[in-house]
T-cell receptor
Framework: NAGVMQNPRHLVRRRGQEARLRCSPM?????VYWYRQLPEEGLKFMVY????????ESGMPKERFSAEFPKEGPSILRIQQVVRGDSAAYFC???????????FGAGTRLSVL | KNQVEQSPQSLIILEGKNCTLQ??????????LRWYKQDTGRGPVSLTI?????NTKSNGRYTATLDADTKQSSLHITASQLSDSASYIC????????????FGTGTRLQVTL
């Protein structure tokens, strides 16, 4: 049973471009969470999704950021018109249900030039 | 002010020695507390989970304690190994928000020969 898979591991974008980060949860997990980790800071919650539904997006910036978890395929975190401040490590986690342990992927490191 | 404070910020110990990491939190009402280990360039991995009523929980050489009255937790590592070098993160879950983890900034542990 493969763990949580995130790709790409590293992503470089120029200011104004779009970034798409993908996350495939562990087999049997239907709950997905996205976190952002800025350098020298702790992880910060962004959004919680359960197949096709956004349950809690209270940590998502109001503009440029969106997330989806379609019925088929991975969860996608999309950042439009990236700025330098978006440079960070983005982690995805998945769980069997909302109170279960969250298993984390290895993260995607986004660098905005 | 961060709702989960950890100390020390970083720590260097010799292989074979023991160490204790501290976590103070203000998250309330409190549901459960978790310790995660995060290797450099990897996602966090769960070590222990403690609910409000639990005082101690062990996982091999890792022993976590919890004092819900003083809102303090500690992670004790026994007979440290080089592979214990990592960041150790205290995570608190607020009651009613099982999906949203509040992370401390972590203690960076380095075990040397």
């Amino acid at each position: 049973n493969a763990g949580v898979m995130q790709n790409p591991r590293h992503l470089v974008r120029r200011r104004g471009q779009e970034a798409r980060l993908r996350c495939s949860p562990m087999k049997g997990h239907s709950h997905v969470y996205w976190y952002r980790q800025l350098p020298e800071e702790g992880l910060k919650f962004m959004v919680y999704l359960q197949k096709e539904n956004i349950i809690d997006e209270s940590g998502m910036p109001k503009e440029r950021f969106s997330a989806e978890f379609p019925k088929e395929g991975p969860s996608i975190l999309r950042i439009q018109q990236v700025v330098r401040g978006d440079s960070a490590a983005y982690f995805c986690a998945s769980s069997v249900d909302r109170s279960d342990i969250q298993y984390f992927g290895a993260g995607t490191r986004l660098s905005v030039l | 002010k961060n709702q989960v404070e950890q100390s020390p910020q970083s720590l260097i110990i010799l292989e074979g020695k023991n160490c204790t990491l501290q976590c103070n939190y203000t998250v309330s009402p409190f549901s459960n507390l978790r310790w995660y280990k995060q290797d450099t360039g990897r996602g966090p991995v769960s070590l222990t989970i403690m609910t409000f009523s639990e005082n101690t929980k062990s996982n091999g050489r890792y022993t976590a304690t919890l004092d819900a009255d003083t809102k303090q937790s500690s992670l004790h590592i026994t007979a440290s190994q080089l592979s214990d070098s990592a960041s150790y993160i205290c995570v608190v879950i607020k009651t009613g928000t099982a999906s949203k983890l509040t992370f401390g900034t972590g203690t960076r542990l380095q075990v040397t020969l």
